[in-house]
């Protein structure tokens, strides 16, 4: 049987070190010349037999033999988004290294990657990176295990403090793990691989955990397949070429193949012109004529086409409605969408996935979810369902807003990001102030609270009606709310309300207005007074206190003076 390389994908929060784990397993240095320490793109590794063995000496000592060519490396960005990178019937990825860091812990990205992992079933293995940071660790020996054992008293404490929490909380997730050097049975436990990128410690361990893991687990699952399979990672451009960089996870494909690439139309069937291979432990390309899973391809294709990141491909053998019964499968299967809901648009097929299924978790839902940018179809949509409170709203995951939909968006929010839980925690912000401003509109159209400041200096007449000038202090002010004065007596209705010989439907904070008030004499009643506030009854005050968490700071206050004035009546009145 020929068995082709594992597919491996490291994963993790930003920061924790992912790229300098695989830097230190591959020899080279690309975290330090990335943007700002975080991987900005996927990248793939071919990393042949010959270097397992070289930087893992542990299977030479311990007499395992090794099956494997190697592993394909899939580097990726802390998002979740890039981890769902998926094939029929799952994850691309055979094994998962998720990196930690020891002394962080699990952040809001680990969250994300460890929902995808479970939804995608795929197996796992913990690099818990970043243990030369813990307060008095020393490398005491070249075996990890060794070398915890012979930590001083306070540096192995420290060191199993900081495990247990991360332990306890990986528990909560549903998965029970231990030290890989503890486990007998790896089917019902996650291995922690204690490790530092920086100093290389546990890195021998990490390589022999893959090693073993591989053979053991996912052998069978290895075998070659006769049909060449792929997924589309990212469309390049340079200079008049445009290359598609892919990864071919089953079968062998050769130059002058024709593939067919899944689309959300019409399948797009097109001929290899020219096809290159990532090199081992490289980031270079080189010219093939043929290409055996699992290995990173840069093709050129001979026709021109709309192709859409993360979409998958299959060498073409007269068998195209067969590719299309499959294709649809495949791309349904993920994306399921509700008759109600937002609407979402992702750069490629595994974000859009992936943003969908995280925000089925928080119970969200999605009317239309596509990738590309955001067009006004799009806004359009979104407008449609401003009926339903928190539901006019665009989510854009590094993608752009098209010129036609930048000029008709006003009544749509967008929320535009490239981390995804950031993207969810802006949407949940958004849909919880609609809601308070919904609520609180429902509220003060059966109360008012205003708190008015009277300017004295602009009287323009004395009685019935009084005319005269008001600042807004705080609340809203609008026709048909009655007044009382700073000692609860009651003055009169406002029957109307205006500004430069414009009547208003209502005042807000900071503005200046002349109001009308039928029935009394500005001089006789209001000379001595300085504030004017909306009068409410004892059952409109108590429902306001009700839903005092949708009221402002400054509107709070005034309810505690309206409520301070009427105390002197009755001692039910209180916020």
Request: charged share 30%; glycine share 6%; proline share 3%.
């Amino acid at each position: 049987m020929t068995i082709r390389q594992p597919i491996v994908t490291v994963c993790g929060h930003v920061d924790h070190g992912k790229t300098s784990i695989l830097d230190r397993i591959r020899g080279s240095s690309v975290a330090a010349a990335e943007a700002g320490g975080i991987t900005q793109k996927i990248s793939f590794t071919l990393f042949p037999a010959k270097n397992i063995k070289k930087g893992c000496s542990l299977l030479d000592k311990r007499g395992y033999k090794l099956d494997i060519p190697g592993f394909l490396f899939i580097d990726t960005p802390g998002h979740a988004a890039f981890t769902n990178l998926r094939k029929r019937g799952g994850s691309l990825a055979d094994l998962a290294i998720l990196v930690i860091d020891i002394n962080e812990g699990i952040k809001p990205q680990t969250s994300e990657v460890l929902s995808i992992l479970k939804l995608n079933k795929t197996p796992f293995i913990i690099a818990l990176n970043k243990v030369d940071n813990i307060s008095g660790w020393r490398k005491q020996s070249e075996d990890l295990k060794e070398s915890i054992e012979k930590q001083a008293i306070h540096a192995k404490q420290n060191f199993e403090e900081k495990l247990y929490t991360f332990q306890a909380s990986l528990n909560s997730y549903g998965f029970n793990s231990d030290l890989f050097f503890n486990l007998t049975d790896f089917t019902k436990k996650i291995a922690i691989i204690p490790c530092s990128a920086r100093t290389g410690e546990g890195i021998p361990e990490l390589l022999m955990m893959l090693c073993g893991l591989s053979q053991r687990f996912l052998k069978d699952k290895l075998s070659l397949g006769e049909k060449a399979k792929g997924v589309i990672l990212e469309i390049k451009k340079e200079k008049t070429c445009e290359y598609l960089e892919c990864i071919l996870y089953d079968g062998k494909l050769k130059q002058g193949d024709e593939i067919v690439i899944a689309s959300f139309s019409n399948p797009l069937k097109a001929k290899i012109r020219s096809m290159e291979e990532i090199q081992p432990v490289s980031f270079s390309f080189k010219p093939v004529k043929e290409a055996v899973a699992a290995t990173g391809l840069r093709i050129q294709l001979c026709e021109k086409a709309e192709i859409l990141p993360g979409m998958p491909f299959q060498i073409f053998k007269n068998n195209l409605s067969e590719i299309e019964r499959e294709f649809k499968k495949e791309l349904t299967e993920n994306i399921k969408t509700d008759e109600k809901g937002i609407v979402i648009k992702a750069e490629s097929l595994g974000s859009l996935e992936a943003l969908l299924l995280l925000l089925k978790q928080d119970n969200i839902s999605v009317l239309k979810a596509e990738i590309g940018k955001i067009t006004k179809q799009d806004i359009s949509q979104a407008k449609a369902n401003a009926e339903i409170p928190g539901n006019s709203v665009i989510l854009g995951f590094n993608v752009s807003v098209d010129e036609e939909a930048a000029e008709m968006k006003n009544d749509v929010k967008i929320i535009e990001g490239d981390v995804v839980y950031k993207l969810i925690e802006d949407l949940k912000k958004w849909q919880e102030e609609k809601r308070k401003e919904i609520e609180k509109e429902k509220l003060l159209s059966l109360a008012s609270i205003c708190k008015l400041e009277i300017l004295p200096n602009f009287v323009f007449h004395n009685s019935n009606p009084a005319i005269f000038g008001v600042r807004v202090l705080g609340g809203k002010l609008k026709p048909d709310i009655y007044l009382i004065d700073e000692n609860n007596e009651k003055i009169s209705h406002v029957k109307n309300i205006q500004h430069e010989k414009t009547s208003l439907k209502e005042a807000v904070p900071e503005m200046e207005v002349a109001i009308s008030l039928p029935g009394i004499a500005f001089d006789r009643q209001l000379k001595n007074s300085r504030f004017l506030y909306a009068d409410l009854s004892e059952a409109q005050f108590r429902k306001l206190k009700e839903n005092k968490d949708v009221l402002s700071s400054g509107e709070l206050k005034i309810l505690q003076e309206i409520a301070s004035m009427k105390r002197k009546e009755k001692a039910t009145w209180g916020v």
